[in-house]
C-alpha cells in the first residue's frame, strides 16, 4: 500500500474575477508544485456537498475524508462536540453556541450585527458561558465552553424533542439581516424561548468588556456516529488541522488527531509545523489528510490578494516541503478543496470542486499544464461525491 498524502485547501475554489484579468485567484497565484503534479497527474471535479445539503466545511470535509454526508451528517454541533471529546448520550441534542452581537436586543425588530461578537476572547467567552451554566445549567440544558465565540450546549433526552427539528439560520449567514424569521422558530419551543432570553439577560454585566448581548443555538443533531476509517478504507490515517470540526471528524472516525503548535487557522498559520508533523506521522502511518484554513478565511473577507497569497502559501509552504521529502518517494498526492469560497459571494457555494490525484506511474487524463477550477472542469471527469475521490485514491494505493 502506497501512503497516501491528502492536502485539502479550504474554500480554494473561486470563480474568475475582473480585478485578476477574468482569472480566479488559484490561476493567478504562482503554484509550481500544484502545478507540476496536475501536469502528470489525474485531473477532475468532486461533487463533494450533496444535492439539498448546505455547502458547509462540515459537509464537505466529511465527503472528502470518504464518508457520505446524507448518511453521516447530523449537524455542526456534534462534530465540534466530538473535537471537545464530549460524553454524550445517543439521545442527546447538540447545539453549536454562538456567542453574537444583536442590535437594540430588547426591540422585536432587531439584525444580527455580528455573529462572532466582535471575535471575543476566549477568556471572555469561556466566563460568559461558565456563568450560564451556573445560572441556566438545569436537568435539561448543559453549556460547555469552547474557543473565542464559539461554544455549545447539549439538550438532554432532545434528539426525540420537537427542537430537533427547529430550523436556524447559522449566524454568519444573515449578518445585518433581521432576525425575526429565527426568533419565530425558536418560539416553538418554549423552553428554548426562555433560555435565550434570561441569558441576555444574564450576560448584560459583561457589556463594558465585550460585544457579546445574546446566544445563538444553531446547527444542532444527534451524536456523530462514523465507521472506524481503518476498518472502513484499511487506512491508518490522521488528519492536521486548526480547525474544531476537522478534528471533530478525526476523531469520530477514530483516526488521530495531531496537535500543531501554533496552528492558527490564517494566514500567520505554522505551516512547517504541520508539515513536520505530517512527515514524522507517515513514517508509520499511511495515510495524511492535511488541512489549511487560510484560503476560506480570505474569502470570506473578499480578499482576492490574500486569497491568492494563502494559496501560494499552501504550494510554497505545504507542498514545496513535503515535495522534498516524499517527492522520490512511491506516494499518492491528492490536492484539492472542499468547497468553493467565491470572493465576489463571500461564502460558500456547491460548485463541484477541482481535484488533482497524482502518483508515480500516472498517465494523465489531460493536456492541462497547470492547476485551475476550468482546467480540472475540461478533463470530464467528474466524480459524484466524496467517497468516490476516496475509492479511486484507495485503488491508486494499491496498484
Ligand atoms: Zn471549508
Known sequence: MKKILFLVADGMGDWPLADLGDKTPLQAAKTPHMDRLAAAGTLGTCQTVPQGMLPGSDVANMALLGYAPQTFHTGRGPIEAAAQGLDLQADDLIWRLNLVTQSAPDKHDRTMLDYSAGHISTAIGRQIVNHLQKKLGDDTFTFYPGIQYRHLLVQKGGAHAS???????????????????????????????????????LMKPWAKECAANAIWPWGQGSPLFLPAFQKTFGLHGAVISAVDLVKGLGRAAQMDVLDIPGATGFLDTNYQGKVDAALAYLDHGNFVYLHVEAPDECGHMGDAQKKIQAIEDFDARILGPLLDVYGTKDAVWVVTCDHFTPIARRTHTTDPVPFLVYSRENNPNHNETAFSEAGAARTNLRLKSGPDLMAQIINRAKA
Open 163 to 201: 427542537e430537533a427539528k427547529l430550523v436556524i439560520n447559522p449566524p454568519h449567514d444573515i449578518t445585518d439581516q433581521p432576525i425575526a424569521r429565527d426568533m419565530a422558530t425558536y418560539a416553538q419551543s418554549s423552553r428554548l424561548t426562555d433560555l435565550i432570553s434570561k441569558a441576555g439577560e
